[in-house]
């Protein structure tokens, strides 16, 4: 065998290995990207389930604490507040608003499907119109926290709930 032959040899050999190696990685990057396609799943179903829990904690907190739903019937008829339940009025509005922020920040990373999302903005039209005792806490929450503008969809939307409502806000966050 001389020099020539063992050069094609070699080469050849050369070749199939890189090819070997091509096939390798092409299988890893697969199993890689099924990975995180399963991340993602993953981060999608704890995303929306934070967004629903904290909505069905509140729901059940008005439903078996008779305190809870004394408080939500003068949210519905506009009694007047104790200091007491003027806190928790306040500390209701600033969840209610902090996971509607959320779930914009979840949608816009692409976290949240859009459906669920959509009831969500949809439920700032129904919360804020049928509750006229807690649209100024709300109003309140909307000074404090979005004053930014880092939540766009959130925030036009409690804007124009609220003013639709006849509710003052302190100050315009635009």
Same mark, same amino acid.
């Given at each position: 065998?001389?020099?020539?032959?063992?050069?094609?040899?070699?080469?050849?050999?050369?070749?199939?290995?890189?090819?070997?190696?091509?096939?390798? +990685?092409?299988? #890893?990057?697969?199993?890689?990207? #099924?990975?995180?396609?399963?991340?993602?799943?993953?981060?999608?179903?704890?995303?929306?389930?934070?967004?629903?829990?904290?909505?069905?904690?509140?729901?059940?907190?008005?439903?078996?604490?008779? #305190?809870?739903?004394? +408080?939500?019937?003068?949210?519905?008829?506009?009694?007047? +507040?104790?200091?007491?339940?003027?806190?928790?009025?306040?500390?209701?509005?600033?969840?209610?608003?902090?996971?509607?922020?959320?779930?914009?920040?979840?949608?816009?990373?692409?976290?949240?499907? #859009?459906?669920?999302?959509?009831?969500?903005?949809?439920?700032?039209?129904?919360?804020?119109?049928?509750?006229?005792?807690?649209?100024?806490?709300?109003?309140?929450?909307?000074?404090?926290?979005?004053?930014?503008?880092?939540?766009?969809?959130?925030?036009?939307?409690?804007?124009?709930?609220?003013?639709?409502?006849?509710?003052?806000? +302190?100050?315009?966050?635009?």
């Amino acid at each position: 065998m001389n020099l020539d032959s063992l050069n094609k040899w070699l080469t050849l050999l050369a070749n199939f290995g890189v090819i070997a190696g091509i096939a390798f +990685l092409a299988v #890893e990057i697969s199993q890689q990207s #099924e990975s995180l396609d399963q991340s993602n799943r993953i981060a999608m179903t704890n995303a929306e389930a934070s967004i629903r829990m904290t909505s069905s904690s509140l729901q059940d907190n008005i439903a078996n604490n008779p #305190e809870t739903a004394t +408080l939500y019937v003068k949210f519905l008829t506009n009694e007047q +507040l104790t200091p007491i339940e003027a806190i928790q009025s306040y500390s209701i509005a600033s969840t209610l608003l902090q996971n509607w922020i959320l779930a914009e920040r979840y949608f816009q990373q692409g976290l949240l499907d #859009e459906p669920v999302f959509n009831g969500l903005i949809m439920s700032i039209d129904n919360i804020i119109d049928s509750l006229p005792g807690l649209r100024p806490l709300i109003a309140q929450q909307y000074d404090v926290r979005l004053g930014s503008g880092q939540s766009p969809i959130v925030n036009s939307r409690i804007l124009s709930a609220l003013e639709r409502n006849g509710q003052q806000i +302190l100050a315009n966050p635009n």
